[in-house]
């Protein structure tokens, strides 16, 4: 499809376990952000990919968060040993990155709604 | 420290009344602002967005107001229509920051009733 595919739309898994989840951007888009919602919260900024720059980490709550991105592709977050704040909707979105003439919108996905019981 | 602050957690407006959406931000170093507008279930996509340098901006029923002195910014929806019944974030920037990098607020859920 056109759109940013996020997989698996849900998941449930027991405290301590570690997960992985996939974002597939736009193709073309140079930029990909992870932000997760938390129950009733607005969206809170995760992490941020721009081309083969070093990605801002700044918004990882914790060590246990990581994320990869493989060239303008695809991107993996993974949350290791997980805890129960870590149940979240986590939304990845793209966009066409500091190259484009003025602030482009972000495209979000669906989001993987995580449950961590 | 929520730098974007959406102080109204729900809104309920008749068919075919104004709905006014209120933000209030407290970094006056953002310079670009967004509303996305989101399903259940859905991802939030992109209704409209204004720079610092304007203070209106308008786009069919939709138009965001920005008053920098007071750090504020609205979304009109006018004629409301049933299908606009989503909530509503508000995002910031700022061109320092790393491109793109949005603040949201925590989101305004809208009604819009028979």
């Known amino acids: 499809g056109a759109g940013v595919s996020q997989s698996p739309s849900n998941k449930v898994t027991e405290k301590g376990k570690d997960v992985e989840l996939r974002c597939d951007p736009i193709?073309?888009?140079?930029?990909l952000y992870w932000y997760r919602q938390r129950l009733g919260q607005g969206l809170e900024f995760l992490i941020y990919?721009?081309?083969?720059?070093?990605?801002?980490k700044s918004g990882l709550p914790s060590d246990r968060f990581s994320a990869e991105r493989t060239g303008e592709s695809v991107s993996t977050l993974t949350i290791q040993r997980t805890q129960q704040e870590d149940s979240a909707v986590y939304l990845c979105?793209?966009?066409?990155?500091?190259?484009?003439?003025?602030?482009?919108?972000?495209?979000f996905g669906d989001g993987t709604r995580l449950s961590i019981l | 420290d929520q730098q974007v602050k959406q102080n109204s957690p729900s809104l309920s407006v008749q068919e075919g009344r104004i709905s006014i959406l209120n933000c209030d931000y407290t970094?006056?170093?953002?310079?670009?602002f967004l509303w996305y507008k989101k399903y259940p279930a859905e991802g939030p996509t992109f209704l409209i967005s204004?720079?610092?340098?304007?203070d209106k901006n308008e786009d069919g029923r939709f138009t965001v107001f920005l008053n920098k002195s007071a750090k504020h910014l609205s979304l009109h929806i006018v004629p409301s229509q049933p299908g606009d019944s989503a909530v509503y974030f508000c995002?910031?920037?700022?061109?320092?920051?790393?491109?793109?990098?949005?603040?949201f607020g925590a989101g305004t859920q809208v009604v819009v009733t028979p």
């Open positions: 970094n006056s170093m953002f310079d670009y």
């Open positions: 193709s073309g888009h140079t930029a």
């Open positions: 979105a793209s966009g066409r990155g500091p190259g484009s003439m003025a602030h482009q919108p972000q495209h």
């Open positions: 995002a910031a920037s700022l061109s320092t920051d790393s491109w793109g990098k949005l603040q």
């Open positions: 204004i720079s610092s340098i304007k």
């Open positions: 990919f721009q081309g083969n720059s070093a990605p801002d």
